[in-house]
């Protein structure tokens, strides 16, 4: 059994599907040419075949310029003077067909790299990507590929990509990762997409090999490779369980988020895009509390448009109908790079170039977003945030852009919404403390408690050795929140959180006592925190909270909160 972070919720038995791409050995042999060239001409034609299989799959989700480079590597491994170069060469030389397609590849991506045109050197990529392709199937490997599962699997990966994640089909049914923590974003995109995934699982790319049976536990973190029959149908059990609870939560889909002595909190949904807005309001969700915007950057090979943006946020907007929707602006850098975009070498991207501070030197990216935004703000209650907000004047500085956007854009005889409210996110210490004097100029806050715990706790979100330190129940924690909720009622202003602790259950009563009033969270927790809040008395919790705030340490926290309500 290997131990790692239960990430999303849920029990999944499959087989393995290993995410590694091969490592392609070749040796020089004497061999016999006949053979050889009979093998080659088999492992052409499967190349050709698989690089027709995938495009035909990635003709449902990829556009006519994006497959455009399957037809090129299909051109490619079609070229007779290809072929005929390593048919000649087995032939004379007498030697493998690896090793033949090997050598007169070099040559190719050789004379291809040399030359002074850049449409000749981006054919160099592609002969190494067909020949890669044809040497894995005369040596009888695998390439892997998310979108062509086509049995039950659970994949199992060193970490998996936004663009991995997205390639993922209804036959995954559930990840396994060697790194990450309970908050990064693979874990984030786990419970999106509603499926099971245990993260920072160390020793599990050695451990499991493609095929083997699995059996991951992602409600305690556990994952067990071909386990005997009586501890598959414990599984079995399990997961029939699970699915069963997640079930008797559906009669709250409708049910309001009032506590037992009438205090009504907002429970909101957190989404990556327009696709994910169904799954917000399946689970009864009240509005979204979070839109990651990067992911429409980070699934692009280029900045999207302000009308391709403009786009997006309206059908978000359209789709929760009328419900609030709060949209953070770009948060990309940190872990969250894009292809297109060199960022600066840093030695702490995380307290790097990113999010906003990366937003007001580039305005030119920042300026698109927000006009956008504004564009599609007819279209429902668009509530806008900035993320990593650590000074007044950052805000500031923002907030005037994006009011400098906005008259620009009615000055152009564009309809705006002018309930727009303009808020920021609450994830760096320095904005918690001080949120009193932030409250003055915000509409709203936002607590990330995904960076304010990495940043409190000086514990990298990433990192499977120091993850023992997000401890959303630390009182600091506890006290940070406090004066981010506090700052923004004296100032009349709401404050919500969206970082994985607002859906925490044990969190629950200690957000409601603190005062929180709107909780955003992964769709699948939200019916979970519903049935907390409801059968929860907001005055008992006020206790509960002053208590916990005094106390030591999180375990101190968490049994207090245990005591209470189990
Ligand atoms: C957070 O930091 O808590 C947050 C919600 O943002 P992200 O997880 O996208 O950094
Ligand atoms: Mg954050």
Not at 260 to 265: A, R
Request: aromatic share 6%; proline share 3%; with cysteine.
């Amino acid at each position: 059994m290997l131990k790692g972070i239960a990430a999303s919720s849920g029990v999944a038995i499959a087989k393995v599907y290993k995410l590694e791409q091969p490592t392609v050995e070749i040796v020089k042999k004497d061999a016999d040419p006949a053979a050889e060239v009979a093998k080659f001409n088999e492992a052409l034609e499967k190349t050709k075949n698989d690089i027709e299989r995938i495009k035909e799959i990635a003709s449902k989700r990829l556009s006519e310029e994006e497959l455009a480079v399957f037809d090129a590597h299909l051109m490619m491994a079609s070229d007779p003077d290809l072929s005929a170069q390593i048919i000649s060469m087995i032939e004379n030389d007498k030697v493998n067909a690896d090793y033949a397609t090997e050598t007169v590849a070099n040559q190719m991506i050789m004379i291809f790299e040399s030359m002074d045109n850049d449409y000749m050197r981006e054919r160099a990529a592609d002969i190494k990507d067909v020949t890669f392709r044809l040497k894995c199937n005369l040596l009888g490997l695998m390439i892997p590929d998310l979108s062509l599962i086509n049995e039950d699997s659970v994949v199992v990966a060193y970490d998996l990509t936004p663009s991995d994640t997205a390639q993922l089909n209804t036959y995954a049914k559930g990840f396994a990762t060697a790194i990450g923590g309970r908050t990064s974003h693979s874990a984030i995109m786990a419970r999106s997409l509603e499926i099971p995934a245990v993260v920072g699982c160390s020793g599990i790319m050695e451990e499991a090999k493609h095929g083997d049976v699995i059996v991951m536990d992602a409600l305690e973190g556990e994952v067990l490779l071909n386990p005997d029959e009586a501890t598959i149908q414990k599984y079995e059990a399990k997961a029939k369980a699970y699915a069963e609870e997640k079930e008797a939560l559906k009669v709250l889909k409708t049910a309001k988020s009032v506590s037992t002595d009438g205090h009504q909190v907002e429970l909101a949904g957190n989404i990556g895009g327009a696709k994910d807005v169904e799954g917000v309001l399946n689970n009864g969700g009240e509005g979204v509390g979070l839109f990651r915007t990067e992911f429409l950057y980070m699934n692009s090979d280029h900045f999207p448009t302000e009308d391709e943006q403009f786009e997006a946020y309206k059908e978000v907007l359209t789709g929760m109908g009328g419900r609030k929707v709060v949209v953070r602006t770009l948060d990309i850098g940190g872990d969250k790079k894009l292809s297109y975009f060199e960022f600066p070498e840093e030695m702490n991207p995380f307290l790097g170039y990113r999010a906003i501070r990366l937003c007001l030197d580039r305005t030119d990216i920042f300026r698109t977003q927000l006009r956008a935004l504004i564009r599609a703000s007819v279209y429902g209650k668009l509530c806008i945030m900035f993320p990593m907000i650590a000074t007044v004047k950052e805000f500031r500085d923002a907030k005037a852009i994006f009011n400098e956007e906005k008259a620009k854009l009615i000055s152009e005889g564009v309809k705006v919404a002018d309930n727009i409210e303009v808020g920021m996110m609450v994830e760096i210490p320095a904005a918690a403390v001080n949120a009193d004097n932030f409250a003055k100029e915000a509409d709203f806050f936002s607590i990330g408690t995904n960076d304010l715990i990495q940043y409190t706790m000086a514990a990298d979100r990433m990192s499977e050795h120091v993850s023992y330190l997000y401890q959303p129940y630390n009182p600091s924690i506890l006290r940070l929140v406090k004066a981010t909720i506090d700052g923004a009622h004296k100032e009349g202003k709401w404050a919500g959180m969206c970082g994985e602790m607002a859906g925490e259950p044990y969190a629950v009563p200690l957000l409601l006592g603190l005062g929180l009033d709107e909780f955003s969270m992964s769709a699948t927790s939200i019916l979970k925190a519903r049935k907390m809040v409801t059968s929860l008395s907001k005055a008992e919790c006020e206790k509960l909270a002053a208590e916990a705030i005094q106390l030591s340490t999180a375990e101190e926290v968490l049994d207090l909160v245990k005591s209470k309500v189990d």
